[in-house]
Protein backbone atom coordinates (compact mmCIF):
# COMPACT_ATOMS: atom_id res chain seq x y z
CA UNK A 1 0.00 0.00 0.00
CA UNK A 2 0.76 3.70 -0.75
CA UNK A 3 1.32 6.20 1.78
CA UNK A 4 -1.06 8.14 0.12
CA UNK A 5 0.92 11.43 0.39
CA UNK A 6 0.77 14.64 -1.44
CA UNK A 7 3.37 17.14 -2.33
CA UNK A 8 1.95 20.53 -1.40
CA UNK A 9 1.27 21.36 -4.41
CA UNK A 10 -0.63 18.46 -5.63
CA UNK A 11 -2.60 19.15 -2.09
CA UNK A 12 -3.93 22.02 -2.79
CA UNK A 13 -4.70 21.86 -6.61
CA UNK A 14 -8.42 22.30 -7.22
CA UNK A 15 -10.03 21.49 -10.62
CA UNK A 16 -8.94 23.37 -13.63
CA UNK A 17 -10.46 25.81 -14.75
CA UNK A 18 -9.67 24.64 -18.07
CA UNK A 19 -11.47 21.61 -17.54
CA UNK A 20 -15.19 20.59 -19.12
CA UNK A 21 -18.41 22.57 -17.64
CA UNK A 22 -20.26 21.03 -14.36
CA UNK A 23 -23.12 18.79 -15.44
CA UNK A 24 -25.96 19.63 -14.03
CA UNK A 25 -27.30 17.79 -11.18
CA UNK A 26 -30.19 17.13 -8.62
CA UNK A 27 -29.32 16.82 -4.76
CA UNK A 28 -31.80 15.21 -1.96
CA UNK A 29 -31.20 14.92 1.40
CA UNK A 30 -33.45 13.47 4.28
CA UNK A 31 -33.09 14.28 7.99
CA UNK A 32 -33.75 16.83 10.74
CA UNK A 33 -34.64 20.25 10.56
CA UNK A 34 -34.09 22.61 13.21
CA UNK A 35 -33.01 25.29 14.89
CA UNK A 36 -29.74 25.52 16.80
CA UNK A 37 -29.91 27.68 19.45
CA UNK A 38 -26.30 28.94 19.45
CA UNK A 39 -25.51 31.44 22.20
CA UNK A 40 -25.75 34.75 19.57
CA UNK A 41 -28.99 33.33 18.57
CA UNK A 42 -30.85 30.71 16.43
CA UNK A 43 -29.81 29.28 13.65
CA UNK A 44 -31.30 26.77 11.07
CA UNK A 45 -29.66 23.83 10.84
CA UNK A 46 -29.88 19.97 11.05
CA UNK A 47 -26.57 18.05 9.57
CA UNK A 48 -27.80 16.75 5.81
CA UNK A 49 -29.52 19.77 5.74
CA UNK A 50 -26.86 21.79 6.05
CA UNK A 51 -24.93 19.61 3.48
CA UNK A 52 -27.88 20.01 1.15
CA UNK A 53 -27.88 24.08 1.50
CA UNK A 54 -24.04 23.88 1.14
CA UNK A 55 -24.56 21.73 -2.62
CA UNK A 56 -27.17 24.25 -3.74
CA UNK A 57 -24.15 27.09 -3.23
CA UNK A 58 -22.47 25.04 -5.70
CA UNK A 59 -25.21 25.41 -8.37
CA UNK A 60 -26.97 22.11 -7.38
CA UNK A 61 -31.40 21.74 -7.69
CA UNK A 62 -31.55 20.74 -3.62
CA UNK A 63 -34.46 19.30 -2.15
CA UNK A 64 -34.37 18.12 1.24
CA UNK A 65 -37.52 15.53 3.00
CA UNK A 66 -38.43 16.77 6.57
CA UNK A 67 -41.14 17.75 8.78
CA UNK A 68 -42.06 20.91 10.57
CA UNK A 69 -44.60 21.99 13.37
CA UNK A 70 -47.61 23.82 12.91
CA UNK A 71 -45.72 26.79 14.73
CA UNK A 72 -43.65 30.00 14.10
CA UNK A 73 -40.40 28.29 14.12
CA UNK A 74 -41.79 26.30 11.33
CA UNK A 75 -43.04 28.31 9.15
CA UNK A 76 -39.37 30.51 9.71
CA UNK A 77 -37.82 27.39 9.02
CA UNK A 78 -39.63 26.96 5.38
CA UNK A 79 -38.64 30.66 4.95
CA UNK A 80 -35.08 29.88 5.68
CA UNK A 81 -34.94 27.14 3.36
CA UNK A 82 -36.23 28.50 0.67
CA UNK A 83 -34.10 31.70 1.31
CA UNK A 84 -31.06 29.16 0.83
CA UNK A 85 -31.66 28.04 -2.43
CA UNK A 86 -33.64 24.82 -1.55
CA UNK A 87 -36.81 23.74 -2.59
CA UNK A 88 -39.77 23.68 0.40
CA UNK A 89 -41.60 21.40 -1.84
CA UNK A 90 -41.16 18.41 0.33
CA UNK A 91 -41.14 19.80 3.72
CA UNK A 92 -44.24 18.33 5.52
CA UNK A 93 -46.41 19.67 8.54
CA UNK A 94 -47.43 17.58 11.17
CA UNK A 95 -49.01 18.28 14.68
CA UNK A 96 -44.87 17.93 16.60
CA UNK A 97 -43.17 21.43 17.17
CA UNK A 98 -40.51 22.12 15.03
CA UNK A 99 -36.90 20.71 16.24
CA UNK A 100 -34.26 22.28 18.23
CA UNK A 101 -31.03 21.49 19.37
CA UNK A 102 -29.48 23.69 22.25
CA UNK A 103 -25.34 24.08 21.34
CA UNK A 104 -22.83 25.85 22.93
CA UNK A 105 -19.75 26.10 22.03
CA UNK A 106 -16.05 25.83 24.03
CA UNK A 107 -13.34 27.80 24.11
CA UNK A 108 -12.09 26.21 21.01
CA UNK A 109 -15.03 26.66 19.41
CA UNK A 110 -16.47 23.12 19.14
CA UNK A 111 -20.24 22.61 19.64
CA UNK A 112 -22.24 20.84 22.13
CA UNK A 113 -25.29 19.52 20.87
CA UNK A 114 -28.25 18.89 23.62
CA UNK A 115 -31.59 17.64 20.97
CA UNK A 116 -35.19 18.28 22.16
CA UNK A 117 -37.14 15.44 21.22
CA UNK A 118 -40.19 14.95 20.32
CA UNK A 119 -39.43 17.20 16.99
CA UNK A 120 -41.74 16.97 14.02
CA UNK A 121 -38.65 15.93 11.55
CA UNK A 122 -39.25 12.70 13.97
CA UNK A 123 -42.64 11.61 12.00
CA UNK A 124 -41.43 12.46 8.20
CA UNK A 125 -43.14 10.47 5.74
CA UNK A 126 -42.13 8.96 2.57
CA UNK A 127 -41.50 11.24 -0.19
CA UNK A 128 -43.93 10.83 -3.40
CA UNK A 129 -41.59 8.87 -5.94
CA UNK A 130 -42.69 10.96 -8.84
CA UNK A 131 -41.33 14.14 -6.81
CA UNK A 132 -38.31 12.80 -6.55
CA UNK A 133 -37.36 11.59 -9.68
CA UNK A 134 -38.80 14.71 -11.41
CA UNK A 135 -36.51 16.69 -13.77
CA UNK A 136 -33.97 13.71 -14.72
CA UNK A 137 -33.41 12.07 -11.76
CA UNK A 138 -31.12 12.57 -8.60
CA UNK A 139 -27.24 12.61 -8.87
CA UNK A 140 -26.75 11.97 -5.01
CA UNK A 141 -28.88 11.36 -2.16
CA UNK A 142 -28.01 12.70 1.30
CA UNK A 143 -28.42 11.11 4.51
CA UNK A 144 -27.06 11.27 8.57
CA UNK A 145 -27.83 9.36 11.46
CA UNK A 146 -30.01 11.23 14.10
CA UNK A 147 -33.19 11.42 11.87
CA UNK A 148 -32.65 7.80 11.15
CA UNK A 149 -33.55 6.44 14.79
CA UNK A 150 -37.09 6.47 13.69
CA UNK A 151 -38.67 3.39 11.96
CA UNK A 152 -40.68 5.67 9.70
CA UNK A 153 -37.42 8.04 8.67
CA UNK A 154 -36.00 5.15 8.03
CA UNK A 155 -38.99 3.64 5.68
CA UNK A 156 -38.81 6.78 4.27
CA UNK A 157 -35.04 6.90 3.57
CA UNK A 158 -35.21 3.29 1.97
CA UNK A 159 -37.51 4.19 -0.70
CA UNK A 160 -35.84 7.25 -1.68
CA UNK A 161 -32.63 5.35 -2.10
CA UNK A 162 -34.70 3.26 -4.31
CA UNK A 163 -36.50 5.57 -6.43
CA UNK A 164 -32.99 6.99 -6.87
CA UNK A 165 -31.63 4.28 -8.97
CA UNK A 166 -27.89 4.34 -8.76
CA UNK A 167 -27.35 8.04 -7.69
CA UNK A 168 -24.80 7.60 -4.79
CA UNK A 169 -25.37 7.75 -1.22
CA UNK A 170 -23.54 9.53 0.81
CA UNK A 171 -23.74 9.05 4.52
CA UNK A 172 -22.31 11.63 7.20
CA UNK A 173 -22.06 9.94 10.37
CA UNK A 174 -22.49 12.91 12.68
CA UNK A 175 -22.75 10.86 15.78
CA UNK A 176 -24.65 12.50 18.73
CA UNK A 177 -24.32 10.87 22.47
CA UNK A 178 -27.18 9.11 23.04
CA UNK A 179 -28.67 9.12 19.64
CA UNK A 180 -27.42 6.06 17.91
CA UNK A 181 -26.45 2.53 18.12
CA UNK A 182 -24.34 0.32 16.73
CA UNK A 183 -26.83 -1.58 14.88
CA UNK A 184 -28.40 1.73 13.15
CA UNK A 185 -25.10 2.96 11.82
CA UNK A 186 -24.32 -0.66 10.47
CA UNK A 187 -27.49 -0.54 8.72
CA UNK A 188 -27.01 3.00 6.96
CA UNK A 189 -23.46 1.92 6.44
CA UNK A 190 -24.27 -1.01 4.70
CA UNK A 191 -27.05 0.84 2.74
CA UNK A 192 -24.75 3.74 1.70
CA UNK A 193 -21.79 4.38 -1.33
CA UNK A 194 -19.56 6.49 0.73
CA UNK A 195 -19.04 7.30 4.37
CA UNK A 196 -17.78 10.35 5.96
CA UNK A 197 -16.55 10.96 9.62
CA UNK A 198 -14.45 12.50 11.43
CA UNK A 199 -11.37 11.27 13.51
CA UNK A 200 -12.93 10.78 17.12
CA UNK A 201 -15.92 8.72 15.32
CA UNK A 202 -13.43 6.73 13.22
CA UNK A 203 -12.20 5.46 16.81
CA UNK A 204 -15.28 4.87 17.85
CA UNK A 205 -16.48 3.12 14.71
CA UNK A 206 -13.40 0.96 14.56
CA UNK A 207 -14.14 -0.29 18.01
CA UNK A 208 -17.66 -1.24 17.97
CA UNK A 209 -17.12 -2.94 14.34
CA UNK A 210 -13.60 -4.85 15.09
CA UNK A 211 -11.88 -2.66 12.11
CA UNK A 212 -8.17 -2.46 10.97
CA UNK A 213 -7.20 1.14 12.78
CA UNK A 214 -3.98 1.45 13.35
CA UNK A 215 -3.85 3.99 10.02
CA UNK A 216 -6.35 6.08 8.34
CA UNK A 217 -5.87 3.88 5.27
CA UNK A 218 -5.86 0.97 6.68
CA UNK A 219 -9.42 1.35 8.58
CA UNK A 220 -10.89 3.11 5.17
CA UNK A 221 -9.86 -0.37 3.39
CA UNK A 222 -11.36 -2.45 6.41
CA UNK A 223 -14.21 -0.59 6.18
CA UNK A 224 -14.96 -0.43 2.30
CA UNK A 225 -14.55 -4.33 2.47
CA UNK A 226 -16.90 -4.61 5.56
CA UNK A 227 -19.42 -2.61 4.18
CA UNK A 228 -18.84 -2.83 0.73
CA UNK A 229 -18.62 1.02 0.08
CA UNK A 230 -16.72 2.81 -2.57
CA UNK A 231 -15.27 5.15 -0.47
CA UNK A 232 -14.55 6.39 3.27
CA UNK A 233 -13.61 9.55 4.30
CA UNK A 234 -12.33 10.89 7.92
CA UNK A 235 -11.44 14.47 8.94
CA UNK A 236 -8.83 15.48 11.35
CA UNK A 237 -10.16 19.62 11.83
CA UNK A 238 -6.68 21.48 11.29
CA UNK A 239 -4.92 18.72 10.22
CA UNK A 240 -6.68 18.37 6.77
CA UNK A 241 -8.85 15.04 5.65
CA UNK A 242 -7.89 11.53 4.29
CA UNK A 243 -10.15 9.77 1.30
CA UNK A 244 -10.10 6.63 0.21
CA UNK A 245 -12.67 6.41 -2.90
CA UNK A 246 -12.50 3.31 -5.83
CA UNK A 247 -8.88 1.92 -4.44
CA UNK A 248 -7.09 5.58 -4.25
CA UNK A 249 -5.89 6.58 -1.15
CA UNK A 250 -4.92 10.26 -0.76
CA UNK A 251 -4.16 12.61 2.71
CA UNK A 252 -4.41 16.64 2.44
CA UNK A 253 -3.74 19.53 4.98
CA UNK A 254 -6.78 21.93 5.55
CA UNK A 255 -5.95 25.65 4.79
CA UNK A 256 -5.01 27.48 7.55
CA UNK A 257 -7.73 29.99 8.68
CA UNK A 258 -8.86 32.08 12.02
CA UNK A 259 -11.36 29.68 13.70
CA UNK A 260 -15.02 31.37 14.62
CA UNK A 261 -16.87 27.81 15.02
CA UNK A 262 -16.61 24.86 13.48
CA UNK A 263 -20.67 24.27 13.67
CA UNK A 264 -21.22 22.99 10.05
CA UNK A 265 -17.22 22.99 8.87
CA UNK A 266 -18.23 19.01 8.70
CA UNK A 267 -21.26 18.99 6.66
CA UNK A 268 -19.24 22.13 4.54
CA UNK A 269 -16.69 19.39 4.13
CA UNK A 270 -19.09 17.18 3.26
CA UNK A 271 -21.22 18.72 0.74
CA UNK A 272 -17.79 19.64 -1.18
CA UNK A 273 -16.81 15.59 -1.16
CA UNK A 274 -20.60 14.93 -2.37
CA UNK A 275 -20.12 17.34 -5.45
CA UNK A 276 -16.98 15.76 -6.29
CA UNK A 277 -18.56 12.55 -6.15
CA UNK A 278 -21.28 13.89 -8.80
CA UNK A 279 -18.50 15.44 -11.31
CA UNK A 280 -16.66 12.43 -11.10
CA UNK A 281 -13.28 14.48 -9.59
CA UNK A 282 -9.93 12.68 -9.11
CA UNK A 283 -9.93 11.81 -4.71
CA UNK A 284 -7.06 14.68 -4.76
CA UNK A 285 -9.47 17.17 -6.23
CA UNK A 286 -12.72 15.75 -4.04
CA UNK A 287 -10.03 17.18 -0.89
CA UNK A 288 -8.39 20.27 -2.32
CA UNK A 289 -12.54 21.38 -2.40
CA UNK A 290 -13.99 20.04 0.47
CA UNK A 291 -11.06 20.84 2.76
CA UNK A 292 -11.09 24.64 1.33
CA UNK A 293 -15.05 24.99 2.14
CA UNK A 294 -14.60 23.60 5.42
CA UNK A 295 -11.89 25.55 6.46
CA UNK A 296 -14.27 28.51 5.22
CA UNK A 297 -16.81 27.56 6.78
CA UNK A 298 -14.72 27.19 10.28
CA UNK A 299 -13.53 30.98 9.59
CA UNK A 300 -17.52 32.16 9.70
CA UNK A 301 -20.05 32.32 11.65
CA UNK A 302 -22.75 29.95 11.49
CA UNK A 303 -22.87 26.26 9.95
CA UNK A 304 -23.92 28.06 6.16
CA UNK A 305 -22.22 31.37 5.58
CA UNK A 306 -22.26 32.99 2.58
CA UNK A 307 -19.57 31.69 0.05
CA UNK A 308 -19.04 31.50 -3.53
CA UNK A 309 -17.75 28.97 -5.87
CA UNK A 310 -14.72 31.57 -6.36
CA UNK A 311 -13.94 30.97 -2.73
CA UNK A 312 -13.35 27.11 -3.42
CA UNK A 313 -11.35 27.31 -6.40
CA UNK A 314 -13.84 27.27 -9.01
CA UNK A 315 -15.14 28.97 -11.96
CA UNK A 316 -18.41 31.07 -11.27
CA UNK A 317 -19.84 30.06 -14.94
CA UNK A 318 -19.48 26.01 -14.02
CA UNK A 319 -22.61 24.82 -14.74
CA UNK A 320 -23.95 24.08 -18.13
Same mark, same amino acid.
Given at each position: ?13 ? %? ?15 ? $? @? ?9 R????? /????A? @??R ?9 ? &? ?27 ? %??G &? ?8 ? +?? #? /??? &?????? $? ?15 V? @? ?9 F???? +??T ?22 ? +? ?18 ? #?????? /? #? =? ?6 ? #? @? ?33 ? %? ?14 ? =?????G ?5 S???S ?13 ? +? ?14 L ?6
Amino acid at each position: MTSGRLSPAARQKP %PSAAAPPDRACTVVGIG $E @LLWDLLPDGPRLGGAP /FNVIAH @LARFGCRARYITA &VGRDELGRRATAEVGRLGVATTEIQVNEQ %PTG &VARVSVDAEG +SP #E /FEI &VTPAAY $EATEAPDRRAVIADGGVD @LVVVGTLAQRFPGVR +SATRQLVDSADDAPVLYDVNLRPGCW +STELVGGLMASANVVKMNAD #EQAVLA /F #E =FGLASSTI #E @LFARAACDRFTLRGVCVTRGPSGAALLLDDVYREA %PAPRVDVVDTVGAGDA =FAAGLGYGLIQSWTVSEILSVATRLGALVA +SRPGAIPAWDRADVGLPQAGLS
